[in-house]
């Protein structure tokens, strides 16, 4: 797969990917963790490459957030599912929900969001989840005790690059390998040509040995599940808090588990725990049984009355102070007894099996001597003997567990994977829930049917924005629908920016393939969506002329956009403003766009249009204690009386005087 052809993907960041075990599957994944896995992507990275795939999937090149408000509004929409997940992972996979132009791309989203939906947000899952991160890989780990070795240029490349872990070693003949035998405890040779090979020391001649790895280094698969340990429980916890089914057995992974030590090694193995202990308690073994044996040699000689014969004393005094000859004739079944004790302290304190035993029986037991002596070349032996039964049970051990692990290897990939996705469902499970959503139908633009029903623009019940500057529960319901370009009128305060501001999340959120936050909604597939704010004040003449343009640029081909422009009129004078707005009103029904332009000067707009706009109006009820009372839905075709019309309204109706009524004439 061309990877270059994803939009987003320079040679670099390709370059970077081409180092993932299987890169175009990858990257089609749309896994951010595994991504992210390729040397210098970060998730955030990670989730601009999964969605440059889908886009490339779907053929989907348009770009449906046009301006920069209709942006905010998608990072808004981002981050209320964001807030919502545990784990970065889901965080930054939620990226990859774009608003699309492609029904196919907003179908495989709607089927991902309505199994999400589905979920239950359950705050136990929640808790289990903290610990979920995407596996990770620990740096290679070097095993000094063993070595590759090939005669072939290469093989030894290859090696090289498939068992970093080990040493990789050029050998011409038998001799070369007996060599490397002297040096290593293992040799694995890779060359058919040495099969039957006979030479002293642990060799193999393994062919296939850099397919198998588990077997070749299990060291590697050991030290990734020790990496990954507490990741790998917490993703075991998370499917049984959510009752999910896991991909790997939870009862063979935990048990492996507890088999290995942080630092990649077996524990849990008594005889491996018993060799380890003689091994390293050896020397203070010896010495224990060597009291022990003067003790009862001492007391032995406490409680005799030894007879000296006159020249065994001269022998004595001529020797200095040598003793053995005495000792071996009078007191021979007292020292064999102190021996005796000796060799039973020794073998009981290291635990040794009864063939080890015999082996120690040579420490103790050479000529009898006081203090007693122990044989430390028989120490010695029984030194290499028992760290050699130790490192080939460690040996054994750690390839019967690899080979335990390597059957989950592939498996808890998909658990860990599994229960960082759940993140991203329960997200948006939550915000479903937490915004009172609805899945909203995304209809063709040009389908058959009523015009404010389907087909063209859109159409919102009981919508409530989260984006409101009051708590959600407070937020008003709102049904509004336009087909067209409409002229959205108002009393200050009255809720239009908040309308646009409904408008647009409910269409972004509608083609990323989310839930929106009404009792139900129909919105055209956009293919742009152009929302402007309201601008700061009037322009000077280059910024004015530059906005113009844009407008210009705007109604060039404006089918299938739908363009939301608060308070255009500030950027200029009124009457210009008035002119200009129906202008822009005027082409782009004409295109077949959807626009709603909200304006004090709505009156003003419909006079100076070629053409019956359409006006709606967010009307005050009336004033109640000198504040407004609002009906927050629009009203179609109605042009909402402004608030100062309605206090010179009120004014009249309250005073009862001529200059009230004449000034409520003039409006
Ligand atoms: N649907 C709603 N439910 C509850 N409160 C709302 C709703 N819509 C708007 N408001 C409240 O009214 C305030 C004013 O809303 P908004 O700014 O949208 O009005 P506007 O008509 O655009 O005002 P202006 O004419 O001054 O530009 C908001 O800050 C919000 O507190």
New binding site residues.
Partial sequence: MELEAIPGIGAKTAAALRELDDPGTTVESGDVAAIARAPGVNEARAARIARGAIRRRHGDDGRVLATDRAREVYRSAIDLLRERTVTDYAAKRLETFYPSASASRIDEAQSFVEAATERDPDPAVRDALTGVEPLTDPPTVRVRDRCLATADAETLARAESAVPELSVETVEDARDISELARSYATVIVLDEAFAGLDVEGDVHVRPDALETPAETVPERLLAFFAANRERLEAAAAVHEAADLSPAADLGSLRDALARLDDDGTVVGDAELERLTAAVDDLDAAVSTAESVADDRLREAIRERDVTIEGTDFLSLVEQGARVDSLLDRELADEYDEAIARAREQFADALRLEPEEAELAERVFGGDPSFPVEHDESAVSRLRTELSAARDRRAARLKAELASDLGELREPVEELVRDALELDVELAIARFARDFDCVMPDVVEPDAEGEPETAGKGFRIEDG??PL???AFE?????DYAVSGATLLS??????????L??VALVVVLAQMGMPVPAASATVERFEEVHYYA?SQGTLDAGAFEATLRDFGDLVEGADGRLVLV??LESITEPGASAKIIAGILEALDEQDATAVF?S?LAREIRDAADFDVAVDG?EAAGLVDGELRVN?SPRKGHLARSTPELIVEKLAGDRDTEFYESLLEKF
Avoid: F, M, Q, Y
Avoid at 474 to 478: L, T
Avoid at 490 to 499: A, M, P, Q, R
């Fill in positions: 409530r924005s409101l500057d009051v407070d937020a008003e319901p709102i108002g009393v200050n305060s009255g809720g239009k920016t908040s309308t501001d409904l309201k608060d308070e909200v004090h967010i927050r």
